[in-house]
């Protein structure tokens, strides 16, 4: 096969090696525009498991490399002049000259033609010329540019300015991370040693901070002798190096995360940075390329035709390399946000940065460094006033909002049930509710329990309108404090453009088949084209509404509930006031967000008048209603936490979506805690965080990380009503209190945690 390959760098090099490996008729040529010794870079991180599979395709090159390699297993973290260090990572990097060198030595050894400085372009001629022509060109690749229309690139530049930099100052003992406070912003350094000499110093900051510095008007000597004055008491005494000779200018740039719809046409192949980027701060786009190589050389002598190894090439790549954006994607997205969590106590800045991009959860961490981990969860113990033992994973810290002390950091959230008869609940919520307070966590929260039968969403929706009611509920909020430690919270809602629907187990969001009652909302805007179109509320109906919340609240009082949240978010009735998608008003609660805020304000301000001081009030949101800039954003769910906060909202239980059905939401584990994360980390505000969080580890994370104050599981308690009592077990935690009629039940748990988690199969 005559092989043209585009790109001298790690991948299209080890494309060659490995073709000529396979068969050595190949005819392989390899085009680099660019000369040997030129590069951008300065180390490669590589890990032990990457060496072993190019050790298993290659040997000799792979020795050539592991010979060359700089080993360290530690991060080190400077913040706030503490240095914090954590162990375990097992890290390996290379110099990326050391690397090309040793790989253009192995590429001319066995016959590949290496051509150097040397521009290939002309791409349907090396089409027409070559068999195949492997693009490996890098993340400006030409010739994607040039055949966009058939691999259909989807590139994002991204917020940060960084610069890959050299020193001879010694970073041996860890992968080191600085930040530095300047009076242009903050500036952060990524160092790690590769040889015996030299280490990488990538220095990245925010774009705002760049331009301030004003280095995009600083020739390379002069942006590099900015850097040294910011790192300077990290440096030595050393000077920082750049190696990129061949680049005009400061060589600063953003980084661009790459995407491609496909990876081939005819007989081209996109391979490595020119398919697809994964940042720099988690260190696997050499290990992607070389890796992807190795698997292409393979199906290009598996398989009977170029199409069918391309396929199977893309197929068993594209997961990969998925996988590894996606941390990629949550690790810079970190960068890109670092300035809200510079305020953290250094542990917990630490511990944010080490679990980044979610490829380090809680209990794998605590593998790689207990003895760390353990100081970490004293300190957030400590922090959290724990008057009785601090080794404890930070799920079972405590937590205080005004007079509300609770025992740990799980609440059961609010899920509606549709058992209520006429707004009453029954023995079925007697028993759906006290046994998940049963269950050991901190805080249960009620399903939306409506505040007029005009608010409800369904027939079956509880609510805080009628005598009967308050008796009902007034039995579970006993139960609940006569026999378990959890707190209990009433979450008062309207239905709004929502109601008059059908049982969550029928027709979801669809009318009542009959029986209809009319419904209120912002402005006459139906839920979709099935729904009735709601009454634009004028002012006689917003006092009504207004004083049926007070009156609710008010029954909630008496009921003993220790808590109330409003509900604002999901498109029901005050949602729909704050939501552009559902306000189309010309009066003065529509148009701007503050706005949009007065009557829901006027509500909080209303109920939080009747309601006791020394107990605390939550309001829910949607943070995000999936629809770009048209719904409320992330960006301006930042602003009502702001005016909610202003206004004594204790804590806000951050959702999103269920706005509008045009909403497009992004799912995966934790999908919602950004969102928590960024108003709670931006405002100071405490935070709930919810949203596919099922895990022991999720809740211990997100805590620890700071990106909530309690986390908030709905399924996992319709599952396992005693989900935290298990996942006490399961972590080896004895300090959770179990009913003592279950004391059988808990030690029998407790041998078989001890004999191992296979023993706990369908218990946690």
């Known amino acids: 096969m005559k092989v043209a390959v585009l790109g001298g760098g790690p991948a299209g090099l080890y494309f060659a ?12 040529v390899v085009f680099e525009r660019n000369r040997p010794d030129d590069t951008f870079g300065w180390g490669v991180v590589l890990s032990d498991e990457t060496l072993d599979n190019l050790a298993a395709n290659d040997a000799k090159s792979a020795a050539a490399i592991r010979e060359h390699f700089a080993y360290w297993d530690d991060i080190a973290v400077v913040h706030k002049g503490v240095r914090t260090l954590s162990t375990g990572h097992g890290f390996c990097g290379i110099g990326r000259m050391r690397l090309l060198l040793l790989l253009q030595a192995r590429a001319r050894e066995l016959g590949v ?7 290939a372009d002309d791409h349907a001629a090396l089409m027409k010329d070559y068999d195949l022509v492997v693009t490996a060109d890098g ?30 100052q010694k970073f041996d ?8 406070k300047t009076p242009h912003g903050w500036v952060w350094a990524h160092a790690y040693q590769f040889d015996d000499d030299t280490a990488t110093f990538i220095v990245e900051c925010a774009e705002e901070t760049w331009q301030r510095f004003g280095f995009g008007a600083m020739s390379r000597e002069q942006s590099i002798a900015a850097c040294e004055a910011i790192f300077r008491d990290h440096l030595g005494g050393h000077a920082l190096m750049s190696n990129a000779n061949h680049i005009r200018g400061s060589a600063w740039i953003n980084f661009p995360r790459v995407l491609c719809e496909r990876w081939s046409h005819e007989n081209v192949v996109l391979m490595g940075d020119a398919a697809a980027t994964a940042h720099f ?20 002598h598996s398989e009977p035709t170029l199409q069918a190894a391309f396929e199977k090439y893309e197929v068993a790549r594209r997961t990969e390399v998925l996988k590894l954006q996606s941390a990629a994607r949550n690790s810079l997205e970190w960068f890109e946000d670092v300035e809200r969590y510079l305020d953290l106590d250094p542990i917990q800045f630490t511990y944010s940065l080490l679990t980044r991009s979610q490829r380090i959860s809680h209990e794998n961490l605590r593998l790689r460094d207990a003895k760390w981990l353990g100081g970490a969860e004293e300190w957030f113990q400590r922090r959290a006033g724990a008057r009785d033992g601090t080794h404890r994973a930070p799920m079972f810290a405590p937590f205080r909002l005004r007079g509300l002390e609770l025992k740990n950091r799980v609440v059961v959230s609010p899920m509606a049930q549709y058992k209520a008869v006429d707004g009453t609940p029954t023995d079925w919520h007697l028993v759906h509710y006290c046994e998940r307070a049963k269950g050991g966590a901190g805080l249960v929260v009620i399903e939306m329990t409506c505040v007029s039968p005009e608010g409800r969403i369904t027939p079956g929706c509880t609510g805080f309108y009628r005598p009967g009611h308050e008796a009902a509920w ?36 669809a009318p009542l088949k009959d029986g209809n009652w009319p419904l209120l909302a912002a402005s006459a805007v139906p839920w979709s084209g099935k729904n009735q179109t709601p009454k634009a509320m004028d002012r006689a109906d917003m006092d009504r509404v207004r004083d049926e919340f007070v009156a609710a609240a008010q029954m909630a009082d008496r009921c003993g509930f220790d808590m109330l949240e409003l509900h604002m978010a999901h498109g029901y009735l005050l949602s729909s006031f704050i939501s552009p998608l559902t306000n189309r008003r010309d009066d003065a609660y529509g148009g701007s967000l503050d706005n949009r805020m007065l009557f829901p304000l006027e509500v909080f301000h209303a109920v939080r008048a009747v309601w006791p001081d020394d107990k605390p009030v939550s309001v829910r949101i949607s943070a995000n209603d999936w629809v770009g800039d048209e719904g409320v954003t992330p960006e301006e769910a930042v602003e009502i936490a702001r005016m909610l906060q202003a206004a004594g909202v204790d804590i806000c239980d951050v959702s999103a979506g269920q706005t509008s059905i045009r909403a497009r939401p992004v799912y ?3 999908f919602q805690t950004p969102f928590s994360d960024r108003i709670r980390n931006e405002t100071g505000m405490a935070t709930m965080a919810v949203g596919n969080i099922y895990e022991p580890d999720h809740v211990n994370s997100i805590l620890m990380a700071g990106r909530a104050d309690l986390v908030c599981l709905a399924r996992p308690h319709l599952a396992d009503p005693y989900w935290t009592l298990h996942a006490a077990a399961k972590l080896g935690d004895r300090g959770v209190k179990w009913p003592d009629p279950y004391l059988p039940g808990r030690d029998q748990l407790y041998r078989l945690a001890e004999r191992g988690p296979e023993q706990m199969t369908g218990k946690v």
């Open 113 to 119: 033609d290496l051509r150097f400085e040397t521009e």
């Open 281 to 300: 701060s988690i260190g696997s786009g050499s290990k992607l390329a070389m890796e992807s190589a190795i698997a292409l050389a393979d199906y290009l």
């Open 17 to 28: 090696i490995s073709m000529k490996l396979r068969d050595a008729g190949h005819e392989v």
């Open 474 to 509: 007034k039995r579970i909020v006993d139960f609940v404090h006569e026999e378990t430690e959890a707190k209990i919270c009433a979450q008062l809602g309207h239905s709004g453009p929502k109601g008059s629907t059908q049982l969550g187990w029928e027709e979801a969001d």
């Open 668 to 670: 995966g584990r934790m």
């Open 173 to 180: 003992d860890a992968f080191t991370f600085i930040f530095e």
């Open 139 to 168: 993340l400006n690749s030409k010739t994607r540019t040039a055949l966009a229309g058939h691999f259909r690139p989807d590139i994002d530049m991204r917020k940060c300015k960084f610069v890959w930099l050299g020193t001879r």
